[in-house]
């Protein structure tokens, strides 16, 4: 009898821990940090896959016959421009996929020496390199993960772990494992991890992170709840208290496809200066190789190994390729034909407020053309255009204007280009602020149940202060007659009027007309 207490006690004893757990969290206002010290990146927004979603996922892995021009003619829909890098990644990535449809279809081979197309992208900002890939995941319907390689850290404890990026994926792909693991995994600004000291030493910590980052570009497990991450293991317990089964550990990476990018910026100099002294004798280079983008696409491992890489690190990034830097035409081009242009945002934007944009072609030529001065890619359009357009956005919303024609004129000089459609406009201000007068009047009874009316030489001076100032009628009439609930409620239970046309005095002089009523009222309710 003894020994079957004993034994229902220990069988408690789990749940019991659990349930103290719970009342732990519920009880303490603690917030906890996985890594101390540590800003960890938040992963990419997403919505927790169901087992539908997800069993389709697997379905399409599992299924995968997309072919590289396939791929590439999907990518031409948002991305403009970078025919090479299209034609690698596409091949890459079918290569990939390829790979993991057979494992899957024999288990066998997944334990047979394969080496990964991770790739390397080289290119200047803004020119696509994430956006690349992030609709190239979208297409093939697996998780995608991004994260900077400066957030990281060799221990982890004062910076991102390596492997907190993995984990990442799993959280993004609605913390399945079993979908994670086909994932794709970016990691931008990686040249960082390669910055020498001033008198050339290497960065001990960025060396660091290469060794860790090659490990999980090649094959190995990653435990799917840290060490350090507190909340994890509670909430790992909880799950094996509900489900009665331990939940699964660690996920492999020997599926995952790695994608590392940066900028290099002085890398163009180092491949130019190998290849003149390669030259000697032969002359200068053509001046078509002056450009920095053709000099990234002749980049070789000890070029690589020069600028600060580990050669181990190199070597688990077999596919390279450079990214050009986009021209002008490229730049109007996104403009016009990417699927997701920034011009299509804002146009959705001015039509929110009721009006139509309308960018003339020659408005387009001279938005590319300050955007390519900003020498950041694709993301200087969106500085143009927001420079360009935010005070009509401002502006344009309060008054009658209801289209807006952009020419190239008016992205030279928009401040004037507003002033001449406002000028256009004037004669219908007025008749504007007067209906907000009258809507504020209707505000006015509906909340208040007292009906108020403003006589015409009110409503003149409203319109008149209204446009002297620039605040909007709603903000001077409730900031004058903000305590008129107040007063004329006194004024209708000691008269019963309960309606009011209120003079000139009473937006000019508001709260001593309002006074005067008050006190009259009260002795007209004596009288």
Known sequence: MSEKTDSTEDKQKPRDLADQLREMLANANISFVSNPGAQTPAPEPTVPADEDEENEALRRIREFSLRPREIRDYLDRFVISQDEAKKVLSVAICDHYNRVRQCLETPSLADAEYAKHNVLLLGPTGVGKTYLMRCAAKLIGVPFVKADATKFSETGYVGYDVEDIVRDLVRVAGDSPDLAQYGIVYVDEVDKLASRGSEGVRDVSGRGVQVNLLKLMEDTEVKLVSQTDMIGQMQAVFAMQSSGEPPKRTIRTGHMLFIVSGAFDKLPEMVKRRLGEQQIGFGHAPAAQDDETYYLSKVETRDLVDYGFEPEFVGRLPVRVGLQELSVEDLEAILLDAEDSVLRQYVSDFSGYGIKLDIRPDA????????????????????????????????????????????????????????????????????????????????????????????????????????????????????????????????????????????????????????????????????
Request: include cysteine; hydrophobic fraction near 40%; glycine fraction near 4%.
């Open 364 to 527: 387009v030529h001279e938005i590319a053309v300050q955007a390519n001065r900003e020498k950041t890619g694709a993301r200087g359009l969106m500085t143009v255009m927001e420079r360009l357009l935010r005070e009509f956005k401002f502006e344009l919303p309060s008054t009658r204007v209801r289209e807006l024609v952009i020419d190239a004129a008016t992205v030279q000089d928009p401040a004037a280009a507003l002033q001449r459609v406002l000028a256009e406009k004037e004669h219908e201000q007025d008749e504007l602020l007067r209906e907000e007068v009258e809507a504020f009047c209707r505000r006015f009874r509906e909340a208040h149940a007292l009906a108020i009316a403003f006589a015409p030489e009110t409503v003149d001076a409203i319109v008149q202060t209204s446009r002297s100032t620039g605040k909007t009628v709603r903000a001077l009439c409730e900031d004058r007659f903000r305590d008129y609930e107040f007063g004329l409620g006194l004024v209708a239970r000691s008269t019963g009027q309960e309606t009011f046309v209120l003079p000139v005095e009473a937006f000019t002089e508001a709260d001593a007309y309002l006074s005067r009523m008050v006190t009259a009222s009260y002795g007209e309710s004596k009288a």
